[in-house]
């Protein structure tokens, strides 16, 4: 499969937002290196002299802003003892708040989503440095064979007289928000290559959250739905539903077409089972402004990348940060990326009016 990567929620991207913003201050103190999982890099005081004097990141508040800003903060307790500047958080009304603010030099990074990204790219400047991984596993720790990438799956229910994406013609689906990533976007794009218009061949509705989409298809309200494959397993943990899933129960995992079509076959019916795995889809990228001076870039990207190497911000966050350029031989992190801007062409999508 083409690598691309969460998580994984619906994306509200409208430039034509006024951006209202909440802030988390804390002091930091001054520094001459930093340390990263390729080593210390010092920097010279004329280096650091250009540096900003306080580090702003924003990020989506979604329905918490308060929330948000407290689960970050092992992140900028790490950024400040890592960089030896004072580090802010924000948190935007809106995924394109977030970008207008990095547009107007009022942030100096975003950790907000994949397509949200992809539009800061072109609005506000943006330049991807790493990449987010998350794990679910009930002792966190870091786990070099997550990938950075997660998935949207078709699923339905064995023995309801699906059993191939030809089947969901004329059927009721289920995606989840217009805005979607893995819950429109994705299974859309996936399913126009697999020869079905959802428009036209399909009866589709929008159930308005992952969860609320697989609970549609459990209790035979639609004939099948698209969702993240980390929401299946987890209503599945939850008794929520029945599901045939691999052994292993692994997320987020590189299966051939064999395994799983082998899974679909060997599911009783009742249960729900993935019909169509999409594309992996890129994780969010952490993103700063191109402008920012290049040591004081550099010294970001080690901070993060030394999380792989941090037992305790693991434990705190059940994530890490990655950077795998050269593992997929690229010349930028950004090309991870470009499989989203072909959906955006293929939907005819323009990004600043998703909402």
Not at 192 to 219: Q, Y
Request: with cysteine; aromatic share 8%.
């Amino acid at each position: 499969m083409t690598w691309w990567v969460r998580p994984a929620s619906a994306l509200a991207i409208g430039l034509a937002v006024s951006v209202t913003l909440s802030a988390c201050l804390a002091p930091g103190g001054p520094s001459t290196a930093t340390t990263g999982s390729a080593g210390p890099s010092v920097q010279t005081t004329d280096e650091r002299a250009s540096w900003p004097k306080t580090f702003r990141v924003g990020l989506f508040g979604s329905d918490d802003a308060e929330q948000v800003l407290e689960n970050a903060k092992p992140l900028k307790a790490l950024l400040e003892r890592q960089l030896g500047v004072p580090v802010e958080f924000f948190t935007g009304t809106s995924y394109s708040a977030v970008i207008e603010a990095m547009r107007a030099n009022k942030v100096d990074a975003m950790f907000v989503g994949p397509f949200a990204y992809i539009l800061a790219v072109q609005e506000a400047n943006a330049e991807a440095l790493v990449v987010g991984v998350a794990t679910s596993a009930r002792e966190p720790v870091f786990d070099p064979s997550i990938r950075p990438t997660y998935f949207s799956v078709i699923s339905v229910i064995k023995g309801s007289g699906i059993s191939r994406v030809a089947d969901l013609k004329g059927k009721q689906f289920a995606f989840v928000d217009p805005a979607s990533t893995s819950g429109h976007l994705v299974p859309k794009t996936a399913l126009l290559k697999a020869g079905l218009d959802p428009e036209k061949d399909m009866k589709p509705i929008f159930a308005g959250s992952h969860p609320t989409a697989v609970a549609a298809l459990w209790n035979r309200k639609v004939d099948a739905a698209a969702s993240t494959e980390r929401t299946l397993v987890n209503a599945a943990d939850n008794g929520q539903i029945e599901l045939c899933f691999f052994p292993d129960r692994r997320v987020n995992v590189d299966r051939t077409a064999a395994e799983i079509q082998q899974l679909f076959d060997s599911c009783p019916a009742g249960k729900i089972v993935p019909l169509l795995y999409s594309d992996p889809i890129p994780n969010t990228p952490f993103a700063v402004r191109r402008d920012l001076p290049e040591s004081f870039k550099k010294a970001v990207r080690e901070a993060l990348l030394s999380t792989q190497n941090d037992a305790e911000y693991i434990r705190q966050r059940k994530q890490w940060f990655l950077d795998p350029t050269q593992e997929l031989k690229l010349s930028r992190l950004d090309e991870a990326y470009n499989p989203l801007r072909d959906v955006a062409r293929l939907l005819k999508l323009d990004l600043r009016s998703l909402e």
